[in-house]
């Protein structure tokens, strides 16, 4: 079964410094997400992509954080610099106009980030 | 307030009990209703989808969705250990920008 693969797992850095994230969404799927839960919390939309083009940034913190996905496929996620605030698990997801029901988001395993 | 207010929890319920999770919301535009499952450490699978008002029901799951209460709830039947985990309620105005509810976190004592 496809499935959203994101790299790294776990990330560990100090406030300052920069980290980013990687997903490689499910083949064929358009449409990427990239959210934040923090524990204890529903995920929230930082990001969607539409191929290579941004749909909706709205909630990204566009001061620190910045996402591309240059080829329309494979995205990164990046943070500069990390603050305390920013640790939580960073997800992607992906979905499809073809898929039934039509755009039901498939999420990745997420990166874990602690910042201290 | 939040667009989407969901109780934490936790739930802690024998195994075999029926688990009631529910959720409201303010944002009368909402038009999609979603339940997703998350297992710790891992991410949000999708287990029930709903469009409008009514029920839906699959094996030991069932949706409900009452717009004029704007309220939502889930229910599993026959509870089984497997099922522990937390539970996201999510809904849309269009059927791609999510917002979700907190999660309400469920152990099936065996």
């Known amino acids: 079964e496809a499935e959203v693969a994101q790299s790294p797992r776990y990330k560990i850095t100090e406030k300052s410094q920069a980290v980013a994230f990687w997903c490689d969404p499910i083949?064929?799927?358009?449409?990427l997400y990239w959210y934040r839960q923090i524990l204890g919390q529903g995920p929230e939309l930082l990001v969607q992509?539409?191929?290579?083009?941004?749909?909706?940034d709205s909630q990204l913190p566009k001061d620190r954080f910045s996402a591309e996905r240059l080829k329309g496929v494979d995205s990164t996620l990046k943070i500069q610099p990390a603050e305390l605030g920013d640790s939580a698990m960073y997800l992607c997801?992906?979905?499809?106009?073809?898929?039934?029901?039509?755009?039901?988001?498939?999420f990745g395993p997420g990166t874990r980030l602690t910042v201290l | 307030q939040k667009e989407v207010e969901q109780d934490p929890g936790p739930l802690s319920v024998p195994e075999g009990a029926i688990v009631s999770l529910n959720c409201t919301y303010s944002n009368s535009a909402f038009q999609y209703f979603m339940w997703y499952r998350q297992y710790s450490r891992k991410g949000p699978e999708l287990l029930m989808y709903t469009y409008s008002s009514g029920n839906k029901e699959d094996g030991r799951f069932t949706a409900q969705v009452d717009k004029s209460s704007k309220y939502i709830s889930l229910f599993i039947r026959d509870s089984q250990p497997s099922d522990s985990a937390t539970y996201l309620c999510a809904m849309s105005p269009n059927d791609y920008k999510l917002s979700f509810g907190a999660g309400t976190t469920v152990t099936v004592r065996a």
């Open positions: 992509f539409q191929d290579e083009s941004v749909v909706d």
């Open positions: 997801a992906s979905s499809s106009l073809a898929g039934a029901p039509r755009n039901t988001q498939y």
């Open positions: 083949s064929g799927h358009a449409t």
